[in-house]
């Protein structure tokens, strides 16, 4: 990549960026990383590790208790550090989730460190084609005090994927980074020309960080996609109809319910009193559409082997859109789509 930077960085840049996820069902750890070589001379590397276990609890709420692990080294020396803990419950009402955090630590930069509290709140939902999450976090670094609200919006239309964010701050500012805007906003595209072949274009502006005593500044990003194993179909996504398919006047599904059934086995059923035919489809099916059997009174049932853990799934009827099964938690997958979380305790 090439790299222009506060007008005193003018060079180009080969880079690595690993990125691990694993996933235990409960529990979920990420790992990422990037090595920078600067052409002109001098590196920069930086790494960050976070995990969250998941917790169902009363009437529908899931605790989630996690930490954050970063920092980077460069070769001039300077080096940032931050640590976090967090506690964060979710609440699920049908395709919404409204969810609330606190979070404490200690982030270093320069000579000195200092102590960090945040708190967390907000609100995801759909709105019409979007998904969209709004976020205020208060913070308060030693001194400094701050709250920053941000409004992120993705949209995914056959071949095109979107993402917007426009967030605003409030409080102290830090004028020794330079800070003097409290707004920013950013804007990427995601054309698909090929299943596996992307063209991404982004661009926009970022906040100072006074974590981790970064400033903010603008940015502008062209690149190409390879990926490898994308489940990415131009044609169709999860909430659209598959071809064939014919609308239908009105939502058909009802209610959803899970219970246990012998050792290892949950029962599903949705209650769809005019359907014609029942789907499910999820990680645990490798998303394979999986047709469920009727029963009396409009309800439909399937036996899955499900070991305790958290899973994303969605259900179709009469081969129509892809819908979140009422009552569970909503969320945006990694391909665009809205799926929901079921947490088989």
């Known amino acids: 990549m090439a790299l222009r930077y506060a007008d005193t960085v003018n060079t180009g840049i080969a880079a690595v960026s690993p990125h691990a996820l694993f996933d235990w069902g409960t529990a979920i750890a990420e790992a990422s990383g990037t090595f920078s070589q600067f052409l002109s001379g001098g590196s920069s590397t930086q790494g960050a590790l976070s995990a969250s276990l998941f917790s169902g609890l009363h009437r529908g709420l899931i605790g989630e208790v996690g930490g954050f692990a970063g920092g980077s080294t460069h070769s001039g020396g300077t080096r940032t550090g931050e640590v976090l803990g967090n506690l964060r419950f979710h609440y699920p009402l049908g395709s919404n989730e409204i969810f609330a955090g606190v979070g404490a630590g200690r982030t270093s930069f320069g000579n000195g460190s200092q102590r960090i509290l945040l708190g967390e709140v907000g609100l995801s939902t759909q709105l019409r084609d979007f998904d969209a999450t709004l976020t205020v976090s208060p913070v308060s670094l030693d001194?400094?005090?701050?709250?920053?609200?941000?409004?992120s919006l993705s949209w995914t239309r056959q071949n095109f994927d979107f993402e917007a964010l426009f967030g605003f701050r409030v409080g102290d500012q830090l004028t020794d980074l330079g800070a003097t805007a409290r707004a920013w906003g950013s804007l990427s595209a995601v054309a698909w020309v090929k299943p596996h072949i992307a063209a991404v274009l982004s661009g926009g502006t970022y906040p100072i960080d006074p974590t981790q005593g970064f400033p903010g500044g603008r940015f502008l990003s062209a690149s190409i996609r390879l990926a490898r194993g994308n489940d990415h179909n131009p044609g169709i996504k999860r909430g659209e109809a598959a071809p064939g398919a014919l609308p239908d006047e009105a939502p058909i599904v009802q209610g959803f319910s899970w219970e246990k059934s012998g050792r290892g086995d949950v029962i599903l059923r949705a209650s769809a009193p005019r359907?014609?035919?029942?789907?499910?489809?999820?990680?645990?099916?490798?998303?394979?559409?999986?047709?469920?059997?009727?029963?009396?009174?409009g309800w439909w049932s399937i036996r899955l082997p499900l070991a305790p853990g958290k899973y994303q799934m969605n259900l179709r009827v009469n081969g129509g859109s892809w819908i979140v099964p009422p009552g569970?938690?909503?969320?945006?997958?990694?391909?665009?789509?809205?799926?929901?979380?079921l947490v088989v305790e």
């Open 328 to 341: 569970l938690l909503s969320m945006a997958d990694e391909f665009g789509g809205t799926v929901g979380l």
């Open 143 to 151: 001194s400094i005090k701050y709250a920053d609200s941000q409004l």
């Open 275 to 297: 359907a014609r035919t029942v789907e499910v489809t999820g990680d645990f099916t490798k998303w394979i559409p999986v047709q469920l059997s009727g029963e009396n009174g």
